[in-house]
């Protein structure tokens, strides 16, 4: 078949145009027009410039304009404009403008818009502007703007904006601020300011400021003016902020709030302590929980005997003025009835009038099974009472002492209105240690 004239006029004419170099007249004001096929490589100068680059494998000066290539292009000095290539781009100075390839983009120097990559994008200075990539992210300056990887982010300096990564950003030089979140955990060398999210944890070097979020911990090395939220446990060096955990809290010094099971620190002149245990070295603001400790809190047995639980073992956390008394009994219902048992919590204050003399007072919650008394006589398969109590106690040694205890009970049903009973309270016992 014979192609038309003017078609065999123009493949011509671009078969020439594209094995040709056209440069212009006038060289030194560095204006450049190449369209290359196939592998183009242009001897080196520095005021060479290209505006337009087409090829497959290309090798060029400076790049003002548009850059498509197959697999690749390699541009000597700079990049002002948009360079695509099928596998890499390379420029050795900086770029400003867009970067797009299958595989990889490596910037020598500072990289200011937007920069994609299947695999990954490495920039040697800084980036200022969008990095994305289906693995990672590596830059060696600091980032101001936002990231995007499969795997990873590692900033070698500062960053300021958003941060994301499948499984981890790493921050080994300055400061972050912005947001990060991370599949698995963000690790920052220095200062944090803004919103950090880890699936797994989130580490920061020096001072928080902001939040830190993580399913099983956060760790500050330095102060922690913020929130530190996590299912596991937080840990921080000095908190002046909100520690909140599903299990424990530590920390240096406490001048905020620790929220979790168990609250740990040394320090907490000015701190408050919520959670079931609750320990400090020294005296906090606030302890509020079911066991309140510091170095100087005396752990002392208490056996007993009275006409609600008749059998009792508890054990008493003696601090200056407050104290907590946990503790178990049996036969809540009576001798003369089958095993029944009961778990207790009281909390009180006291104080000593006189020497050898200990007064004090309290209130608790008494859990009650009946176990086999069930159903007998209207008797649930469990109950509650609210007690209180006033106490006296007499020491013959640091260690050893008896007391009473006289108060009032009632006892609630769980799952009806009404009382199973009101009566009032008698109690003597020997306390230990």
Known sequence: MRLPKYCTVLIASLSILCSQTCFSQNKSAGIDLSLWKGIATQPYDTLQTTYLNLGIVSRINQLKGISLNGFSCVVNERVNGIQVAGLSNIAKDYVNGIQFAGLTNVNGNNSNGIITSGIANVIGENLHGIGASGLMNIIGGSSKGVLFSGLMNIIGSSSSGVSVAGLMNIESGGSAKGIK?????????????????????????????????ASLGNITGGQTSGLQLSALGNISVHVKGMQIAGIGNMARSLHGVQIGLMNLAEYTTEGVQIGLVNYSKSTAKAKIGLVNANPDTRYQLMIFGGNTSKGNVAVRFKNNLFYTILGMGDHYLGLDKKFSGSLFYRTGLGFQPARNFYLSGDLGYQHIENFQNKNEEGIPARMYALQARANVEYHFTNKFGIFTSGGYSVTKYYNQSGNFSKKPIVEVGIILF
Do not use: E, F, P, Y
């Open 181 to 213: 979140v991370a599949g698995m955990s963000n690790i920052i060398a220095g200062n944090q300011s803004g919103i950090i999210i880890g699936g797994l944890m989130n580490v920061t070097g020096s001072d928080m400021k902001g939040i830190q979020i």
